[in-house]
């Protein structure tokens, strides 16, 4: 049965009151029905207007829908997975580089602070020169 899910898309499902008893009732509009698959709806003899919808026969079209729908879940469950592994294995990136960046950041400090001890040791060692007249 081909795009079954394209087709049941198309339906609508509707709640109404029969006008005969009043009593509420759900179903679908045989003419939309007939709009859209209409080996399920019987015919009046003019061929026009729709008497009703065989609703088991509408049963089948419904499976082929809830399989296509599968199919995709199924589909798309593989590519959330594979995304979260991706998403974990860029995190895990993520740490080990701000590890490293933390590391470079402790090293310039420590490198920084070397220099300022050697430039204060220059500083001091050199003679302090005084101005004559």
Partial sequence: MSDALAKVENLRGVSYDLKET????IGVIAEEVGAVVPEIVSWEDNGKDA???DYARLTALLIEAVKTQQ???GKQSSELAR???QIRYQQALISKQAASVRALEAKVRATTESLRKV???IN??????V???
């Fill in 22 to 25: 009043g009593k509420h009732e």
């Fill in 51 to 53: 008497r009703g919808v």
């Fill in 71 to 73: 199919a995709q879940i």
């Fill in 83 to 85: 995304a979260v592994r």
């Fill in 119 to 121: 430039k204060d040791q």
């Fill in 124 to 129: 001091a060692s050199q003679p302090t020169l």
């Fill in 131 to 133: 101005a004559v007249k």
